[in-house]
């Protein structure tokens, strides 16, 4: 006899009552009552209730025991779905799974964050923590999928690195076949040297900070959304890609795992077709800042982010024409003829509801400024002879950004704590699950 | 006035003859002749010829320079695309290139693999190295598209972990805030968990192998394509979902870059409907092994790859029912009916062409399981109690496999060495660019 075909949980609501079903999953709950017993099967798709009736003889497995469920499709207003299991058949497939450390069955699960972090290979089983990451892997889609409809070739960079050049900080040391090495904060270097090539690049992949701080917002590794784009005017060209991308992403959202937006009551921002900019400069102003602060606060950022969201309807907000000396030494000086260069750059912060999201700009493109900043900030550029030799042999005006994907979800669901959101996080104290 | 639009190479061919537009690239090639210079000019989507004569008073900058050039498009059979660009303004974007290590503009690179790895940053813009890895990046997106249309989630591990308990050996360590720690030889451990919070799971990153050799096959650090999914069979159903994969891999490569297959002369693999298998002990029996043999010898893999060629007309051919003593210790024993266990697997390896490409299998998924299996390795389960915790609280019979991008690549283009096919490889001796 041919097997039965598998249908997912969220199929039933379209199977003709009466006809045999085959279904696979964890057991979500099991509810004994006197004269029946529910079981609620969970799988990758939603959830199942089956009904058992002692004539049907079996027996329902502890909560997380993973099971095949054989019965017959049944129409029941009060199912998940209109249609519920009568008369089933329930193999176990491993073994009766032990008690979870948290009631997973709860639509609110009542644990704090330690229990759920050291527990996580279980804890991302509820429902509505899973919705949490199924919320970043569409936000994924949509950037790749904005990014690859614009021409840009996906690249995967080393992530183990010579010298600490970039930053110089807080970088973890690896010992590398006896000689140290580094592990990359960014893939900015090479995500530039790679304008040359493919004009176009974005990569997804872990960065690595060896963050001193134990914050609610500060991981040891978390995953990166890095693009670059050739031959920009200045900034705003980057940031008109930026939008491009936020608006894919929070598609992708929409697209993709639909139910769990619902499952999370999260509230999508909406992407304005223009992103608002603000100049550094009217930004401290508008908060009350001192006029020679070098950068926003918290609380300024806040303060930005309501005041956008009142002015522009928009939550988002750009503040470009950051000063030079607080942004890394490749950064280019600002250009636009708007306002007299002073001491400000092409880059921008993208504030998402008054958090920092998002820092891109202009990138120096012109060897002979890499030399120049180089050597102000007292170091010589044959230290950087690999990253340089891109543009001794011509590199084109570019820019790109670069978006933490662990902050972005974790403003999406107002987590007030990134590890919330980071599927087995890395900080100063925590090495595991 | 409004800027002009930029038009890319490959558009020009449907420019109309007579209008005026702008190019951007760099200089691929500049050949001055008595009445005529000629300027290649090259961007991300290909080749334009722009012809400058002594009436327009303009200089072709040196090879490699970023220049934006305005111009009429004029028909001309024997220009790439049948459009030239004739009458142009040339705008030099940075400061005049300097020679590159390499004729970047000849159709065949003439260069040592040492040079062009040196240079890796400049020698990858040859057009038939970079479609090297357009290839790979077509792959990815293929890869990506048939998983998500099967249902699978975008996971992504941590690179940083406590423990060298996988393998044991070739790890590297990292001075983690002062404790060692290790980085992921692979995501393994953490897809396995994640199959019971996704069901089905893929992650494309970085991997990292300690490996003291110096082959042309090996690297420290390459992009690993690993899939993971429950409520399987046997292995079996993994491989079918691989047939799946390399199916939308191989399509991805002749849907996105055309172009690139072109400039390689690639020829694509055709991927069966069905995967030919052959069991372990017949792949012996057929080259000639002794039936106690643990594992195939790489001439071994070559005879079989000639044989399945031979025989199914196939690229690929999965061998099955490793003996489980070469295997991970979450490997399953055998469990089809075809023959007896012995001490057979139910793992495989995917040849691609009579090379490994593929490592493959079900995995373990009772708890008890895994305790004898990691006591037999005379180890305590209590070294992995982050991983059991998973187990304990239930797990379905579950699988999958790896893939690295850059072997697939290299088979793909038949690259002598692993490091042609590698953006910025690691090696024992490597590590910059």
Redesign the interface.
Known sequence: MKPID?T?AAQLTAATPGTTVRL?G??HRRRELATVTFLVLR???GLAQVVIRPADGQQAPPE???V?VIGIATGNPQAPGGVEITSPAVTV??????T?PVELWRPELAAGLPTLLD?A??T??HPAV?AR??LA?AS??GF?ATL?AA?F??????????SATESGANV??????G?P?Y?AQSPQF?KQ??V?????VYE???V?R?E?HDTVRHL??Y?NLDVEL??VRDHRDVLAVLREVLAGMVEGIET?PAAAVGRLGVELPVVPPEIPVIHFAEALRLVGAPEDEPDLAPEHERALGAWARETYGSDFLAVEGYPIRKRPFYTHPWSRQARPPGDGSNSFDLLFRGLELVTGGQRL????DYEAAIRARGEEPAAYA??L??F??????HGGFALG?ERWAARLVEAANIREVT????D?HR???
């Open positions: 598998r997912l696979c964890h057991v799988d990758r798709s997380e025991t993973p095949e497939l491993s073994e009766p799974a032990l979870p527990h290979p279980v991302w089983r899973r990451w199924e892997a994924l889609r790749r690859d021409g070739t996906e690249v995967h960079s080393p992530k183990i690195v010579e973890f040391e690896i010992d590398y076949f000689r090495a592990l090479y040297q790679l040359g090539v493919f004009e176009r997804v992949g872990p690595f060896a001193p040891a590794e995953v050739g031959f993709y493109h012109r060897l002979t690999s990253y030799q891109a001794a042999h011509g590199m084109p005006p994907l599927l087995f996080p890395r100063l090495l595991t699950p």
